[in-house]
């Protein structure tokens, strides 16, 4: 049986986390790092240069496109519950100056967000044209298609309702009365209401983060330490 994080508008729906198999680590968590297995969470990043991408924002119905980040950080912190602050600008800074290529989603409040999506779109009438194909060609696209596109691709396709996502992940614990710590591999299953594989990947690993010991290692969303199927447009919270 499912247990829901909240009663109220769920997003995340935990089904099993207790296939662990304990792997030792040889190292005292109180020096700097972590020693062991090679890390496995990597950050997505596609090598080849972004030139002149500019930046779409929305926070509920105020959304903007924008040519630099100086004009991306104006406009957000017009919005006084954002709460700009020096480290959210450093943020979004380093996001539009990175070669990442997926949105990202910057929390306000609980389950309340602002996103940021880099595009070649010069205008947002071009942005919204462009979305709105994209959204038909998906609805019209068959599931031989979808399996055909590359991983990076489809895991960035847009495509709102609730996912499965199965993670396997390395979770650091103590060993009772050794001062000594572990890693675990721990398998996590979750259903989540996201926008696409890669949110409902960014969820999971979100409630993770605040849940573990944040030396935990989580996988790239694109090995296959993570997988995920989509549920349908709704679900039933019964």
């Not at 020096?86 to 929390?107: G, M, Q, T």
């Not at 009438?125 to 060609?137: C, L, M, T, V, Y």
């Not at 050794?178 to 949110?199: E, L, M, N, W």
Request: proline share 4%; aromatic share 10%.
């Amino acid at each position: 049986m499912g247990v829901r994080v909240s009663s109220s508008s769920p997003s995340v729906i935990f089904l099993n986390h207790v296939a662990e198999i304990a792997q030792l680590v040889e190292h005292n968590l109180a020096k700097v790092g972590v020693a062991g297995p090679s890390p496995v969470f990597r950050s997505f990043f596609v090598k080849e240069n972004i030139l002149q991408m500019n930046l779409y924002l929305r926070y509920f119905e105020r959304e903007a496109l924008v040519k630099s980040v100086d004009e991306a950080i104006a406009f957000l912190a017009d919005i006084d519950e954002i709460g700009m602050n020096a480290a959210l600008e450093n943020d979004i800074r380093e996001y539009a100056a990175s070669d990442v290529v997926f949105p990202k989603r910057y929390k306000v409040r609980p389950r309340v967000y602002f996103i940021i999506i880099k595009t070649e779109a010069e205008s947002m009438q071009d942005f919204k044209e462009k979305k709105a194909i994209r959204s038909r060609n998906e609805q019209s696209r068959s599931a031989v298609e979808r399996n055909s596109l590359p991983a990076v691709q489809k895991l960035n396709e847009e495509r709102a309702g609730w996912y499965e996502g199965t993670m396997d992940f390395k979770r650091v614990l103590m060993m009772p009365g050794t001062g000594k710590f572990q890693y675990r591999d721990t398998h996590f299953v979750a259903q989540v209401k996201a926008d696409s594989p890669i949110d409902c990947y960014n969820r999971i690993v979100e409630h993770l983060r605040t849940r573990v010991d944040s030396r935990s290692q989580f996988p790239s969303a694109k090995g296959k330490n993570f997988k995920y199927r989509f549920l349908g447009a709704a679900k039933s919270h019964s």
